[in-house]
């Protein structure tokens, strides 16, 4: 697992700036929830961490190496992205291999890793169903098996729960604080949804506009907001 530093990392998109000189440490280990209101910027900061964006100007470091000039297969990373984007043709078992087939990951290896993440998330009997024959829930665990069958050091979620209903997402909000705790690996969590960053961050990171606005643990946050933004998003009493 790599420590990960942005130093001074901006992105414009034309004349649009949408992260100044961003500083961030992602510690070892650590499960980060990056929260802010729409269009602030974390969608950005993920791409760009899973190269999939260029950055303007600064430089990301794993251990100390620059990573910019890597391509996103060499990263190291595995994202979950929030529309699932399966395979429409594919089982659920090929879905979840398909990473692991690119890399020529021998058959009995992949089909022991695919079990053992299928049974964690409580999808082992879909295997053979194709995603149009899964509800939007057992999607998005498809989506997050098929991240996590790769043996990446860090895993990156875009909002992964934003398009499930209420119900649904309180009870994979749940079932992700037990993955949290059972996964030894740096995970970066994006979400607008407060509650979801309270339930799921080790540390939790601010952002608004760009800006880390501030970080700390959920109880720093709501006991000891910086500013009124941090306040009124947290929903600490002031
Ligand atoms: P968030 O994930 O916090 O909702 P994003 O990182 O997706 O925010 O977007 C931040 C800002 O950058 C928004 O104003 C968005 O419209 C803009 N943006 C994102 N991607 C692009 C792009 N490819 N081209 C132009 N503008 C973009
Ligand atoms: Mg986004």
């Known amino acids: 697992m790599p420590q990960i530093v942005f130093d001074k990392v901006e992105k414009h998109f034309g004349t649009l700036q949408v992260l100044p000189p961003l500083d961030l440490s992602l510690d070892d280990g650590e499960f980060t929830v990056l929260v802010g209101p729409s269009g602030c910027g974390k969608s950005t900061t993920l791409r760009i961490l899973a190269g999939l964006e260029t950055l303007s100007a600064g430089e990301i470091y794993f251990d100390g190496s620059p990573i910019s000039n890597l391509e996103p297969k060499d990263r190291d990373i595995a994202m ?47 295997l053979h169903r194709k995603p149009a024959e899964l509800s939007g829930g057992q999607r998005q665990r498809v989506a997050m098996g098929r991240a996590l069958v790769r043996d990446a050091g860090t895993f ?83």
């Open 80 to 126: 979950v992205f929030q529309d699932y984007a399966l395979y429409p043709h594919m089982n659920i078992a090929r879905n979840m291999s398909f990473a692991l087939r690119l890399q020529r990951v021998a058959k009995a290896e992949i089909d022991t890793k695919v079990q053992k993440v299928a049974e964690m998330l409580n999808i082992a009997h879909l």
């Open 156 to 238: 990156l979620f875009d909002e992964p729960l934003s398009n499930l209903d209420a119900k649904l997402r309180a009870k994979m909000r749940t079932e992700l604080a037990e993955m949290r705790d059972s996964i030894d690996k740096n995970m970066v969590y994006v979400t607008h949804d407060q509650v979801e960053a309270m339930t799921l961050g080790d540390r939790i990171v601010v952002m608004n506009n760009g800006v880390i606005q501030q970080q700390g643990t959920p109880e720093e946050l709501f006991k000891q907001p910086v500013n009124k933004f941090v306040a009124g998003f947290i929903g600490s009493p002031t």
